[in-house]
């Protein structure tokens, strides 16, 4: 037994042991991981979401892709809310202030959800609600993140943290979102995701009080010195403008045209910022890397008609997924932070492709020829892919960090992400592609499995970029 006298010596020992062990835990960390942690634990809504398009607004899966693209465009106008936070602080605050509106734009788009939208056009304008208000927050974290940070490794251990994070507030609610879509239904569960906005925007205080380079003042020279920062938010602008105006017109091939102008744009705004060969040489290939696309909602729709998963069991999964996920970032964190990008892409790459096979042999009955029931047979292919989720972007986001300059965190940070970000636009525009032409529908899922082998073998092709990047990667 223990000698009650050791305690309180031993006490401050574990503490120290346990803050190491989070990297140094510091109060100025908590509105970082609190947007985060939140951020992941958005999945609450994600069975509640699947069938909510499912059922109540009967959207095909060419669909779902389509409204996919027009979500995935606030994240590539990061830009915007960057440069805004920077530069124009509000009532002296220049990432407090940002942090709480994004808070109450994705508390108000949840809210509306659970009001009663139940058109196609209601849905998309609450869901962009939601999505612009996590790009706000995200923004903030991000710039947090750079400021305060000492040293590069400490910058590394925070941005792994986050990712931590991220996937703690995934497996808090993985089970959850399927209970609560088939306990409470889709609208209620809206109802009970608006909390998350709201834990973000009780931790601004801490803004003010623990991050010491949070009250630099906006940034007025480097990367946004001469009117730069104007051009940023005047072309993030416009961008937007032009991208609503398009929808609202119903423009042919106004997606496409959004597309090609946004690849522009950001190329533009990136080479009047200013940033180094070998960082543009790693986003293009990591743009091939999340621009290759899904098989969109068609094999969620087939699981749940052909195979009868519920919504319990799609939580389950979830759940797993997420621990694995974050099991993996644990296993591999020293490795991704330390081994160059080109590395992590190339055996991630092989190795998700090689796991997907399961999936496309669930389709054929390869369980049954298996002796295995389809949800066991799923939850095994869970397993074994999981843990490859979340370990392409941290050392990238690494990289990010480390050209980031003092005073316009938020800017350098918000510009490359709207590149990743437009990638994951360009997926599901070509997602929608591939849905339109094998033509999976509710009643029809006959071509599903071609479609299937179809992007797993497109998911190969960035694996042609990544002799370039590791050319760049050597001198540094």
Known sequence: MTDPATLPAAAPGRIAALRRGLGGMRLAYVPILATYFCYGASGIIGVALLYFQKDALALTPAEVAGIGFWLGLPWSMKMVAGVASDVYPIFGSRRGAYLLLGALGSAAGYAALAAGVGTKGGYLLAMLAVTVGFMVQDVVADALSVQVAETDAEMGQIQTLGRMALLAGSISVGYLSGWLAARIGPRATFGVATALPLLVAATVPLIRIAARAAAAPPATAGPLAGGKARLVLGVGLAYGALGVALEVLDVAYAQEIVLVVSAALIGLLLRRVGISRAVVIAAIVIFMFRATPGVGQGYSYWAIDALGFDQKFLGLLAQVSSILSLAGLLVFRKTIVERPVSFTLFWVVLAGTVLYLPSIGLFYGLNEWLGMSARTFAFIDTTISAPLAQLTMVPMLVLIART??????????????????????????????????????QTDYSNLGRLMITVGALGLLPLLALPVLRRHEAPD
């Open 404 to 441: 980031a300059p003092r005073g316009a965190e938020a800017t350098m940070f918000a510009i490359m992400a709207s590149l990743m970000n437009l990638a994951l636009s360009a997926s599901e525009l070509f997602t929608r592609y591939l849905n339109a032409a094998y033509t999976v529908t």
